[in-house]
């Protein structure tokens, strides 16, 4: 259907949770972008919620396929664009952390390797938020989800959360960055440096869940804060391969975990052992990540 | 008998199949190629990257990291109002088939060769029909080529009814049998192609444009999704006319003559006591060997999916033994072509319908293996058969 007369890239009227922390993170991407783009959206609540036939919230021309392929459908947009001698229009792929840490990282690599100016942009709930909360490569440790269930005897996942921006450092990206949802003009500002870069770019959004994280429907921003301030999940920039600016900077004062894990259901089986657990990943991060 | 009446321009080339194959998607104003390599597929998509590097393309040929990727490349290009182009084979047909449904579910007028080739285990890269047969419901028109020539004509009929009917198309040519052989063929010129096969310009407002803004690919509620697979099935029918018609254009336009309508060929006497029926080259070995038969003639199936049951009524119905000859078996039922045509034919009275299944994993098939068969076709009995 032809949405040209849509005023907003992102029209409200979607179904998706009151409160969706994925859902503002879009806004302020949406913010970001000119109406010179084309959106290759993964599978998931981004794609479901929005676009639900014969209506649509897209006010940019925008195409789902299937689950594991958006970076590809991109590769394609990207080429046809390409022979029609237009180069500047912007190419964004939106997918969530089921699509990119798990089903679609293949074919993420291959875009990446084939150096194509595209932008990629990871909602990252850190579960399959879509199909009722499974784990995903992004589910961190001790958090319970469907197919991580605390029980007598298990903490939840017991997974590492997957280095994702280390896979799109591996892989040459001028820019990569990581966000979160309750730093609008951060996603924005982000969204508008890495479409200013030649080549592909990454960004990735930690984006609270309402139904998966067992928060409330107003707590998304302030859990997507609380993930910086503790170090869990830091702001971070890496400019042609480098750190260039960070969240543990100068006037980081981090927050302890608890605070953080104690405001989510998905987290409230934990002992004082495993939070100990955590609080020494958050440090780690805070070592890693000191700029 | 009747003798078959092919009358072929002078042919210009002696060429290998996938190079007569790689010429004319060159001469096809295309816009987008993406594959992955894939034995007996290969020798197509490095012609193509070759004539790239030359400076003798127009195309841009995107590397794909596997054939999964590769369909969605193509498909990215094709709804950004590209015309676009891949080849496969086997596995790397079978590794596609989500990315091939969600193609014709969203009406893109893709076309892709297949060089026919077996599906593993055990694994083995030689010739059979396997491959098509598994992708026979994901809505792909699906044509099946005898010789390097009309491999050559099927892919501009493919192009011209795809882009006519918004439906992809796969053009099936035997793997090494064809891709690798060599035989005289004529490539038709660029612009004798732009004559049959007008640039690609799809409407404004139905593929992805800055300027004209359009949602695609959104989620279906029950009553729409089951609105959508009902037309898809309804120009699959209309189809049917469409690729008669574009092949009488086709043989205008590139002048030569055949007995083929497009969707089958029947070659042999008025009124045959067995007809024997199969698809791709293997014709060409049944062409010979009936020479010697009074009341044996041979119907060629060259468009298999849309299915085209009229025409094969038409011109095997009346007969009372019909063979169906195939490389291609459905465990627990029988040769996925022999079903269909059982099921046409079964409208028409009893026949003896027998199915015999042929040089699976490129399982050589000769002469006196056809002559068997046309011995056991008249013998009530057994209804599937190996030859082999």
Not at chain 1, 222 to 240: D, F, S
Not at chain 2, 180 to 208: A, C, F, M, Q, R
Not at chain 2, 215 to 242: A, C, H, P, W
Request: proline content about 4%; glycine content about 8%.
């Amino acid at each position: 259907m032809n949405t040209k007369n849509k005023n907003k890239f992102l029209s409200p009227g979607h179904n998706a949770c009151s409160g969706c922390g994925q859902l503002s993170a879009v806004h302020a991407v949406m913010r970001g972008l000119t109406p010179d783009t084309i959106i290759a959206n993964a599978t998931g609540c981004l794609e479901v919620t929005t676009t639900a036939y014969p209506q649509t919230s897209w006010g940019l021309p925008w195409i789902h396929s299937l689950f594991e392929n958006a970076s590809s459908v991109a590769s394609g947009i990207r080429a046809a664009l390409d022979k029609q001698g237009n180069h500047t229009t912007k190419v964004l792929v939106q997918a969530g952390d089921g699509g990119t840490y798990d089903i679609g990282l293949g074919l993420i690599s291959g875009m990446w390797e084939r150096g194509e100016n595209i932008l990629y942009i990871c909602y990252d709930t850190e579960s399959y938020s879509n199909t009722g909360i499974q784990a995903s490569g992004s589910t961190p440790y001790g958090a319970a989800t469907t197919t991580t269930p605390n029980g007598e005897k298990s903490v939840g996942s017991t997974q590492v959360k997957k280095d994702m921006l280390a896979i799109a450092l591996a892989h040459g990206l001028k820019y990569v960055a990581q966000t979160a949802a309750g730093f609008p003009d951060d996603i924005t500002n982000k969204v508008k440096k890495a479409l200013a870069v030649s080549g592909p770019a990454y960004i990735q959004i930690l984006s609270p869940c309402i139904p998966g994280w067992k928060i409330n429907y107003d707590e998304a921003a302030m859990m997507g804060k609380l993930a910086v301030k503790t170090g869990l999940y830091p702001i971070l920039e890496y400019t042609n391969g480098k750190l260039s600016a960070s969240s543990i900077n100068a006037n980081f004062k981090a927050e302890p975990v608890n605070t953080y894990l104690k405001g989510q259901g998905r987290f409230k089986h934990l002992t004082e052992e495993d939070i100990k657990h955590i609080q020494s990943l958050a440090e780690e991060n805070i070592k890693k990540y000191r700029i | 008998m009747k003798k078959t009446n092919i009358q072929h321009r002078v042919k210009d080339h002696i060429l290998e199949g996938s190079k007569a194959i790689a010429l004319t998607i060159n001469n096809i104003n295309l816009d987008v190629v993406s594959a992955y390599p894939i034995t007996p597929q290969t020798h197509i998509v490095e012609d193509l990257a070759q004539f790239k590097a030359d400076g003798k393309a127009e195309y841009e040929y995107i590397r794909a990291e596997s054939e999964f990727a590769a369909a969605s490349i193509i498909l990215g290009a094709c709804a950004t109002g590209a015309r676009v182009y891949s080849a496969t084979s086997s596995q790397g047909l079978l590794l596609m088939v989500e990315v091939l449904y969600n193609i014709s579910g969203m009406r893109l007028p893709i076309v892709m060769t297949c060089a026919n080739r077996a599906v593993s285990a055990p694994i083995n890269i030689w010739n059979d029909h396997s491959d098509a047969m598994a992708v026979r419901d994901s809505g792909w028109m699906q044509f099946f080529a005898e010789n390097h020539q009309e491999a050559v004509y099927q892919h501009l009929l493919a192009y011209k009814v795809a882009e006519k009917m918004s439906l992809p198309a796969l053009v099936n040519v035997d793997g090494f049998i064809l891709t690798h052989s060599y035989e005289p063929v004529s490539i038709p010129s660029k612009s004798l192609i732009k004559k049959y096969l007008p640039d690609y310009k799809p409407e404004t407002g139905t593929y992805l444009d800055p300027n004209n803004p359009v949602t695609m690919g959104g989620f279906f509620s029950s009553d729409s999704y089951f609105k959508t697979r009902e037309n898809i099935v309804t120009d699959f029918n209309l189809s049917l006319q469409e690729i008669k018609k574009e092949y009488r254009k086709l043989k205008k336009v590139f002048n030569f003559k055949d007995d083929s309508n497009g969707l089958v060929e029947y070659s042999g006497p008025k009124k045959p006591k067995v007809i024997l029926v199969t698809m791709g080259s293997l014709a060409g070995t049944i062409k010979e060997t009936i020479k010697d038969y009074q009341e044996v003639g041979l119907l060629k199936i060259t468009t298999f999916r849309p299915f085209p049951s009229e025409e094969i009524i038409k011109a095997a119905g009346m007969c009372e033994n019909i063979s169906i000859i195939e490389k291609a078996v459905s465990p627990g039922s029988g040769g996925p072509l022999y079903s269909e045509i059982r099921a046409a034919i079964s409208q028409t009275g009893k026949r003896n319908i027998k199915n015999y299944i042929v040089g699976l994993g490129g399982k050589d098939i000769s002469q006196k293996m056809i002559q068997k068969i046309i011995k056991d076709s008249r013998n009530k009995g057994k209804q599937i058969t190996f030859i082999g």
